[in-house]
């Protein structure tokens, strides 16, 4: 069945360093791309989705890559902050399943 | 505008009894999803609703069950609940206006607790 493997599940970093974020897909008819910051406490939050058309994706120091041919598509979060600490989810999703599966999270940790 | 709403955000119940959760989507948004979230399996899908019809069904039993009312708000119902059924459900909507899916924006969860 479909499945999202999400690695590492920690990552803790200086503040000011990179953090990346893997997923891999299993269905090869996937084509849409979330990725979710969870707070304690809180509902996920989304920060950047991506579609299957596109290679790269960014937002001010938020970026997201998808290789289609490898199904694997990466969270790339630049100059951390501490407060960029939370759980972090990827996600993935075809045309008319109407439903998100899941990676199993990354919890990240930016050191100050 | 106002984000997706869910009532109540705690609930504490005992093996046995039922329970009813409630979600009110963003103004606009016409479809509902539900997840249970648990350290265990994580986030997991459990329906998804669209003008009162429900579009696509999780791996859960048929203890659980949803409905989404004309005004797109949406209730999840539990019954005999389990011990294993202490987690946090998540209700998510979009504006799912094509078959192709829509970004889907969460709620702050109800965190229910079985005892």
């Known amino acids: 069945g479909e499945n999202v493997e999400q690695h590492p599940s920690t990552l803790s970093v200086q503040e000011g360093d990179s953090a990346v974020i893997k997923c891999t897909y299993s269905?090869?008819?996937?084509?849409?791309f979330p990725w979710y910051k969870q707070e304690l406490g809180k509902g996920p939050q989304l920060i950047i989705d991506?579609?299957?058309?596109?290679g790269e994706k960014k937002d001010q120091r938020i970026a997201v890559t998808l290789n289609k041919t490898a199904k694997h598509f990466s969270l790339h979060i630049t100059e951390t902050q501490p407060e960029d600490s939370a759980v972090y989810f990827c996600?993935?999703?075809?045309?008319?399943?109407?439903?998100?599966?899941f990676g199993s999270g990354t919890r990240l940790l930016v050191r100050p | 505008k106002a984000g997706v709403t869910q009532t109540p955000r705690y609930l504490i119940k005992t093996r046995g009894q039922q329970v009813t959760l409630s979600c009110s989507p963003i103004?606009?948004?016409?479809?509902v999803s539900w997840y249970q979230q648990t350290p265990g399996q994580g986030l997991q899908f459990l329906f998804e609703?669209?003008?009162?019809?429900?579009?696509n069904k999780g791996n859960f039993p048929g203890r659980f069950s949803g409905r989404q009312f004309s005004n797109s708000r949406s209730e999840m119902n539990v019954s005999t609940l389990e011990l294993g059924d202490s987690a946090l459900y998540l209700c998510?909507?979009?504006?799912?206006?094509?078959?192709?899916?829509?970004?889907?924006?969460f709620g702050p969860g109800t965190r229910l607790t079985v005892l």
């Open positions: 998510a909507s979009s504006l799912a206006s094509s078959f192709s899916t829509d970004t889907q924006y």
């Open positions: 269905d090869s008819a996937s084509n849409y």
């Open positions: 991506i579609r299957s058309n596109v």
């Open positions: 996600a993935a999703s075809m045309d008319s399943s109407y439903k998100l599966i």
């Open positions: 103004s606009g948004h016409r479809s």
């Open positions: 609703y669209f003008s009162e019809t429900q579009r």
